[in-house]
C-alpha cells in the first residue's frame, strides 16, 4: 500500500522553527520527484519547495526562500522541510508530494497542520 505521512507540524511562536518530515512507503522513493505544498485557511494550495531524486537539486517559492530547506534521505525514504524563522503567514496544512520522474503519476499525503502564532 502506498503511503506518504506527514508529521512534525504543531504550533509554534513567530521566529520558532519546525522540522517536518515525510515517511514514504510502497513504492519506489528514488523514483519520484518530491515536493511539499501547503494550504492556508480558506486559500488556494501554494507550492513551497521541491527537491529531485537524488537530492541534489532543489527549489523553493519565493515566499520561503532563504528560511526553509528541503531534503531528502533515500536510505531512509523520508522528505524533510526544516523551517526556520517562522511567519504567521506560514500557517497552513503542509503536505508532500510523490511525483514520477518520467510518467505522469503522483502520489499525495495527508498532511501535517503548522500554526504559527504568539
Known amino acids: 500500500e502506498v503511503q506518504l505521512v506527514e508529521s512534525g507540524g504543531g504550533l509554534v511562536q513567530p521566529g520558532g522553527s519546525l522540522r517536518l518530515s515525510c515517511a514514504a512507503t510502497g513504492f519506489t522513493f528514488t523514483s519520484y520527484y518530491m515536493s511539499w505544498v501547503r494550504q492556508a485557511p480558506g486559500k488556494g494550495l501554494e507550492w513551497v519547495s521541491a527537491i529531485n531524486s537524488g537530492g541534489g537539486s532543489t527549489s523553493y517559492a519565493d515566499s520561503v526562500k532563504g528560511r526553509f530547506t528541503i531534503s531528502r534521505d533515500n536510505a531512509k525514504n523520508t522528505l524533510y522541510l526544516q523551517m526556520n524563522s517562522l511567519k504567521p503567514e506560514d500557517t497552513a496544512v503542509y503536505s508532500c508530494?510523490?511525483?514520477?520522474?518520467?510518467?505522469?503519476?503522483?502520489?499525495w499525503g495527508q498532511g501535517t497542520q503548522v500554526t504559527v502564532s504568539s
Open positions: 508530494n510523490a511525483r514520477h520522474i518520467y510518467i505522469d503519476y503522483e502520489y
